[in-house]
């Protein structure tokens, strides 16, 4: 599942513009992944105390997450993603709560680096906050109504 999301992330951000056909699959995905993500979002914030199953789950989260901040960075699907029901209210609430869970454990949500020698250990968690706040706002843009939510 990571794959094909990293596989439909590279589509989204080719610089060349998409056929029409190929807007037309993307914006029919579109739905679809904004729904998994809804479904799927509270993963990450198991992270904190994750087995090799829960981490999976949060792996596709946040592939998920990249995917919906890329797609809402260009016209063709944002004024789409904007109207989509509870996408807004979960990113906001995935946010409080990441920012909750982040003070009651390590915080594996921001950028902390923890050196030995010359090596930089991250987390794949490592920077979910800020792709929260990326999409909040690319769905806030030119919205009125989205806006007054926030």
Not at 38 to 46: M, N, Q, S
Not at 65 to 77: A, H, I, K
Not at 102 to 126: D, L, R
């Amino acid at each position: 599942r990571v794959i094909l999301l990293e596989l439909i992330m590279a589509k989204v951000s080719e610089k060349n513009p998409a056929t029409s056909e190929e807007m037309n699959a993307i914006s029919k995905n579109a739905d679809f992944l904004a729904a998994c993500f809804r479904e799927k979002c509270e993963a990450v914030l198991k992270l904190t105390s994750a087995s090799a199953a829960e981490a999976e789950e949060a792996l596709v989260a946040i592939r998920l997450l990249d995917v919906l901040c890329e797609m809402t960075s260009s016209n063709g699907q944002l004024e789409h993603l904007q109207a989509l029901p509870g996408l807004l209210e979960t990113a906001i609430d995935t946010l409080r709560l990441t920012h909750l869970a982040g003070k009651q454990a390590v915080n594996i949500f921001t950028a902390t680096h923890a050196m030995t020698g010359q090596e930089e250990i991250s987390h794949p968690a490592v920077g979910f906050k800020s792709h929260l706040i990326r999409l909040i706002g690319n769905l806030c843009y030119k919205n009125k109504e989205n806006q007054d939510r926030v």
